[in-house]
Nanobody
Framework: QVQLVESGGGLVQPGGSLRLSCAFS????????IGWFRQAPGKEREGISNIDRRADMTYYADSMQGRFTISADITTNTVYLTMARLKPEDTAVYYC???????????????????WGRGTQVTVSS
């Protein structure tokens, strides 16, 4: 049974940093890529980043390159999203998801992902 559990969200001031964790079980990073998404109220779910060990690639949305960093720890089955210089518009529920690694799956498309976590709330406010 595949499970993904996000943690690390919370309230942070503008300009601050957070590190989100995605603890996964029931799958291997050699077979699945892990993506991070977010969804703000009234908006569509958007792709932030993806780590694909099988392809030896990481991907970022253009608007988030430079502030967000994805990483993985295979010893603890955890994928991290480190976020810096946070802005109020970064406020959203953040999700991690797993997709079977294969060619041209379109990492930023939520519909291609096979498994999802329940999300963790990030609020950026003074």
């Amino acid at each position: 049974q595949v499970q993904l559990v996000e943690s690390g969200g919370g309230l942070v001031q503008p300009g601050g940093s957070l590190r989100l964790s995605c603890a996964f079980s029931g799958l291997r990073l050699d077979d699945y890529a892990i993506g991070w998404f977010r969804q703000a109220p009234g908006k569509e779910r958007e792709g932030i980043s993806n780590i694909d060990r099988r392809a030896d690639m990481t991907y970022y949305a253009d608007s988030m390159q430079g502030r967000f960093t994805i990483s993985a720890d295979i010893t603890t089955n955890t994928v991290y999203l480190t976020m810096a210089r946070l802005k109020p518009e970064d406020t959203a529920v953040y999700y991690c998801a797993a997709v079977s690694s294969r060619a041209d799956y379109g990492w930023s498309r939520p519909g291609v992902y096979d498994y999802w976590g329940r999300g963790t709330q990030v609020t950026v406010s003074s």
